[in-house]
């Protein structure tokens, strides 16, 4: 069965720089969540779309920004890094439909900023 | 508010031990779900189990069960004879489920557990 793809899933960057994070959802699912994981922490919401819009708001930082496109995945924009940012960002997709609140993981995206 | 708790931060056990994982939650929402990820050294979160607020049904699968007591707001996960496999860092979560059209998992702190040869 497809999985939640996310590109790319390890990437390095320099602090100041722009990193993109792109996640594709599970064929047919319509909600994307993003989430980010720090090192030896849970992970903690960000930001979610349903059907292109966004949904809901966590703790995203004003210089994150997000979107979800016509074909349903989704791009996590991330400038000015900081060091503070080197995480795993997990990206995770859901069908509103059937009500079950299941939310399918892809394997993650490791940032560092050096 | 929401908030989960997993006060065991980590835990060690020798293989073919039973281990119980605790969590417990705190909501205000009348219908919400629970669940239980699991997360191997290599990084991905392994989807284990999900429970309905209204289901109060203790589950089995295989060497894992799962004991869900409203009462007490717990939801723990026992293994049963480990296995060295096991060591990952497991995570209670919750999300509400009122009929939004999305639904944030709050997650626990995690449990770190080492099953030892």
């Known amino acids: 069965a497809a999985g939640v793809i996310q590109s790319p899933r390890h990437l390095i960057k320099e602090k100041r720089e722009t990193a993109t994070l792109k996640c594709y959802p599970i064929?047919?699912?319509?909600?994307v969540y993003w989430y980010q994981q720090g090192p030896g922490q849970d992970p903690q919401f960000l930001i979610s779309?349903?059907?292109?819009?966004?949904?809901d708001k966590g703790s995203i930082p004003d210089r994150f920004s997000a979107q979800q496109f016509s074909d349903y995945h989704s791009e996590l924009n991330m400038s000015s890094l900081e060091l503070g940012d080197s995480a795993l960002y997990f990206c995770?997709?859901?069908?509103?439909?059937?009500?079950?609140?299941?939310?399918?993981f892809g394997p993650g995206t490791r940032l560092t900023v050096l | 508010a929401q908030k989960v708790t997993q006060a065991q931060t980590e835990i060690s056990v020798v293989e073919k031990e039973d281990v119980t994982l605790d969590c417990v939650y705190e909501t205000r929402d009348t219908t919400y779900y629970l669940f239980w990820y699991k997360q191997p050294p290599s990084g991905e979160l392994v989807f284990l189990i999900r429970r309905n607020s209204f289901d109060e049904q203790n589950e089995i699968s295989g060497r894992y069960s799962w004991n869900f007591q409203k009462s007490t707001s717990s939801f723990n996960f026992t293994i049963t004879a480990s296995q060295v496999v096991d060591s990952a860092v497991y995570f209670c979560a919750l999300t509400p489920n009122y009929g939004g059209a999305t639904n944030k998992l709050i997650f626990g702190t995690g449990t770190l557990l080492a099953v030892q040869p």
């Open positions: 779309f349903y059907e292109k819009m966004q949904s």
């Open positions: 064929p047919r699912h319509d909600t």
């Open positions: 995770a997709s859901s069908y509103y439909g059937t009500g079950r609140n299941e939310q399918f």
